[in-house]
């Protein structure tokens, strides 16, 4: 198996350069990816020491390094070019092309979403935690009027890293609401969720996955049992039949994906970007 | 101001491509941009149902709509192509050139990392939120042996929402613990937190900022008042000073911003990528 070394190269978190360099490199499984994070790279001092630094591993390895830099300033640019490496300059390929086509100049400046620096989106990013913190797991259902999705699910399908999710990357308002056997002896939603139909939404889960997930819990608990979660998954089924409960079967998906489809299904506008 | 519709384009979630055109339409502050998700293309008929849509909005605004796509499938990338926008291709401009350093074919399929795909990491990760939950504000402490950090700050500093993305983005078990006028009497760290110095990081923030994040929470209290800050923050500061805990400012932050600079500066190893 051949090997290289990577850098992610950024002038922030690294963050976006770090998932499009992952989503590249997982083509090509036959090569070792050693990855390095070079971040805050805000002077020419720091870009000088990121390219010894990457000089040093091409000295180290052999071969060149594979460099994904989402670097802005065009002087930084530069000089990252010059380090020998396979830079794959994220920003500065599209640049000239998006300038042409809108007829303007870029600012050139270090550029984050509204979601990172915008203060009124931190807000209502950490009002949107809290609440999804203080709605956890049906604990609360007195604010659910300010609720944008309540989340419901048998217990361990996912709801509170979802909710969570929802909340750190969209702003929105998720509470949950655990669906028990208790719940399950009448096929009727629980009152508490009743004047909230509207803004339901189920996580669906197959019994075999959700008893592995138990079991690394309650190891041998009749919680855990296959026998119980397809008892609880049926019951489940039949009752967001009942309602009309739009949802999503998540136990192939990633949290970011189940939250992006939520979002999709539901046409629930994001509160930040 | 002109006009422009903007297109992500992708066979996921959209994330990464959303966060590159972010970033990049943020350094044209004179356009107006109107941000459209086509997100989970998965195949020729979702594709021409896209182009169809891009192609709509072209007609509607009479300008040329702008696409940021990381679609990885050449024949969608192809069909998109042909839609007459401007298609900045994320994915397949930097293919080649891979490959070519690379010298191996890549094997074209959608490409997820780790965290998002791998089941053991889909674990880790929700281990991880469970465990900042559990470990939230001091309520717990008795499992801080587990913890790989302790995040610690007076009230409204962030360590909640810190701690949840540091689970949710990198599988660290954070927990947090306020420090609050009860522990500024002697300037001592609380006991709980004693054997655990060396995992404790501490989140500062300026008081002219937290007045304002405490006032939007409690208007007109004295815990919202800047004299009250100022003393906790000055006598924050003089614990943590005395106990040589590092630490951040995280005034001007954003969250991403803070968990990736804590990482930086800990050398803490993420446990997903």
């Given at each position: 198996m051949t090997h290289r070394s990577v850098f992610v190269v950024s002038g922030g978190t690294g963050i976006t350069a770090e998932a499009i360099g992952n989503s590249m490199l997982s083509?090509?499984?036959d090569v070792a990816f050693t990855q390095h994070s070079l971040t805050y790279i805000r002077t020419e001092d720091d870009c000088r020491q990121a390219v010894a630094r990457i000089q040093a591993a091409a000295e180290q390895d052999g071969t060149r390094p594979v460099v994904f830099s989402t670097l802005v300033n065009p002087t930084h640019r530069e000089l990252l070019n010059q380090s020998g490496a396979l830079v794959l300059d994220l920003f500065g390929t599209f640049l000239q092309p998006l300038e042409a086509e809108l007829g303007v100049r870029s600012s050139q400046k270090v550029g984050y979403s509204h979601a990172v620096r915008d203060p009124s989106a931190y807000r209502v990013r950490i009002d949107a935690v809290h609440f999804a913190l203080d709605n956890d797991?049906?604990?609360?259902?007195?604010h659910y009027d300010k609720a944008d999705i309540i989340l419901i699910g048998?217990?361990?399908?996912?709801k509170t890293p979802t909710s969570l999710y929802l909340a750190l990357q969209f702003g929105l308002y998720a509470a949950n609401y655990p669906l028990t056997e208790e719940d399950f002896d009448d096929l009727r939603l629980p009152e508490a969720l009743q004047p909230y139909r509207d803004k339901l939404f189920a996580l669906v889960i197959d019994p075999e996955r959700l008893t592995v997930i138990r079991q690394e819990r309650m190891a041998g608990s009749r919680y855990a049992s296959l026998q119980q979660c397809e008892q609880e998954t049926r019951t489940f089924a039949a009752i967001i039949g009942r309602y009309n409960v739009p949802s999503i079967n998540v136990t192939e998906r990633s949290i970011e994906e189940i939250s992006t489809r939520i979002l999709a299904q539901t046409g629930l506008q994001r509160r930040i970007r």
């Open positions: 083509q090509f499984g797991d049906g604990g609360r259902t007195h048998v217990s361990r399908s996912g």
